[in-house]
């Protein structure tokens, strides 16, 4: 199993809901990844899990919580959100040790907050 | 983190024509990579450069590094209309994140 599954494809939520995305691999990655990306803009780096620990927290807001449960599964809690949070988020995972870092990339979730 | 960024933003070509896009970045890497996002989706990885390799082929892209000058550059040789979508490079150094540039928006006409 090659893929990167992200749940769900489309989110729509108000600024005074609480929602999860979810992110899962089974390729024995160790190290998983959130990015936030606008639209005709590249990817930017919001968290690093490496060995299910936080190692990475690009100063994200407190209203983006992430969470790695097991070796497998990525959430990021949302919650009191802003309307400029609405982005395609991508979740990605690659291994952690060795040299090279290529990166395999979930199909995103389209989060739209209004 | 390093972060890329491409030349030139926007690419538009005939179906069967070459395309080449350029990255160049600021400080010292590990390695390189070049990444391909179709609208709307996530990215898929295309192909590593590692530091002291000078270019590498996979299939109809080939990839070249020159680290004296900081640039990488992709090449899509005869391009078709599936290969229209945003190329990225990351490069990445010891701390091995990858910093995306804003990308070259490639369309191939069919």
């Known amino acids: 199993d090659t893929e990167v599954t992200q749940t769900p494809k489309h989110l729509v939520m108000g600024m005074t809901n609480k929602k999860s995305l979810k992110c899962e691999q089974h390729?024995?990655?160790?190290?998983m990844y959130w990015y936030k990306q606008k639209a005709k803009k590249p990817p930017e780096l919001m968290f690093v899990y490496s060995y299910e620990k936080l190692s990475i927290n690009e100063s994200v807001p407190s209203r983006f919580s992430p969470e790695c449960p097991n070796s497998s599964l990525l959430n990021l809690h949302l919650h009191a959100l802003q309307p400029e949070d609405s982005a395609l988020y991508l979740c990605?995972?690659?291994?952690?040790?060795?040299?090279?870092?290529?990166?395999?990339f979930g199909p995103g979730t389209r989060l739209t907050v209004l | 983190s390093q972060q890329g960024e491409e030349d030139p933003q926007a690419l538009s070509i005939q179906e069967g024509e070459n395309a080449t896009m350029n990255c160049s970045y600021k400080t010292s890497i590990n390695n390189l990579q070049w990444y391909r996002q179709n609208s709307g989706r996530g990215l898929v990885h295309l192909i590593l450069i590692r530091s002291n390799e000078r270019e590498k082929h996979s299939g109809r892209l080939r990839v070249t590094l020159d680290t004296s000058k900081k640039s990488s550059s992709l090449l899509i040789t005869a391009s078709r209309a599936a290969d229209t979508a945003s190329y990225f490079c990351?490069?990445?150094?010891?701390?091995?994140?990858?910093?995306f540039g804003s990308g070259t928006q490639l369309t191939v006409l069919p």
């Open positions: 390729m024995g990655h160790r190290a």
């Open positions: 990605a995972s690659s291994h952690p040790s060795g040299r090279y870092n290529e990166q395999f």
């Open positions: 990351a490069p990445s150094g010891s701390a091995r994140q990858l910093t």
